[in-house]
Every structure is written in structure tokens, then in C-alpha cells.
């Protein structure tokens, strides 16, 4: 069965971090390019981050760009996103999702994860 499941979300006060990991079974996660997804309430899904299956070659929103750090770790067939100096706007739902190629269009990612919310408030 496939599945993607996220974990590592959580309250964090502004300019703290979090680190978001996102397990995958039932398929080899380092063949898909692997994106993380956020939306907040009455917002549209926004890409944010995603890393390459071809080269590993890594790419950001520019939103998240300086603050945000995609990684994979292929032998735990697992991606992560490190999230530093967090602001109240990056509060959203996070998401992490694999496609055939990197892109910010989230129709054309075919595994998604259930979610993990993130919350920055002091």
C-alpha cells in the first residue's frame, strides 16, 4: 500500500524552527520528485519546496527561500523540511506529496501525505 506520513509539526513561537519528516511506503520515494505542500485556512495550496529525482537538485518558493531547507534521506526512504526563523504567516497545514518532476502545481503530484499542522504564535 502506498502511503506518505508526516510528522514533526507542532506549536513554535516566531523565529523558532521545526524539522518536518515525511515517511513513504510502498514505493521508492528517491524515484519521485519529492515536494512539501502548506495551506492555510481560506487559502489556496502553495508550494513551497521540492527536490529533484533526476539530479537532487533542490528548489524553493520565495517565501520560504533562506529559511527553509528540503533534504532526503534515501535510506529511510524518508524526505525532511527544516524550517527556521518560522514567522506567523508560515502557519498552515504542511504537506508532503511526489510527482514525476518538480513543480509548484499541486494537481500534477499523484502521492500526497495526510498532513501535519504547524503553528507559529508566541
Known amino acids: 500500500q502506498v502511503q506518505l506520513v508526516e510528522s514533526g509539526g507542532g506549536l513554535v513561537q516566531p523565529g523558532g524552527s521545526l524539522r518536518l519528516s515525511c515517511a513513504a511506503s510502498?514505493?521508492?520515494?528517491?524515484?519521485?520528485?519529492r515536494g512539501w505542500f502548506r495551506q492555510a485556512p481560506g487559502k489556496e495550496r502553495e508550494g513551497g519546496s521540492c527536490i529533484s529525482s533526476s539530479d537532487g537538485s533542490a528548489y524553493y518558493a520565495d517565501s520560504v527561500k533562506g529559511r527553509f531547507t528540503i533534504s532526503s534521506d534515501n535510506t529511510k526512504n524518508t524526505v525532511h523540511l527544516l524550517m527556521n526563523r518560522l514567522k506567523a504567516e508560515d502557519t498552515a497545514f504542511y504537506y508532503c506529496?511526489?510527482?514525476?518532476?518538480?513543480?509548484?502545481?499541486?494537481?500534477?503530484?499523484?502521492?500526497w501525505g495526510q498532513g501535519t499542522q504547524v503553528a507559529v504564535s508566541s
Open positions: 506529496a511526489a510527482a514525476a518532476f518538480c513543480t509548484w502545481y499541486w494537481a500534477h503530484y499523484e502521492y
Open positions: 510502498g514505493f521508492t520515494l528517491d524515484h519521485y520528485a
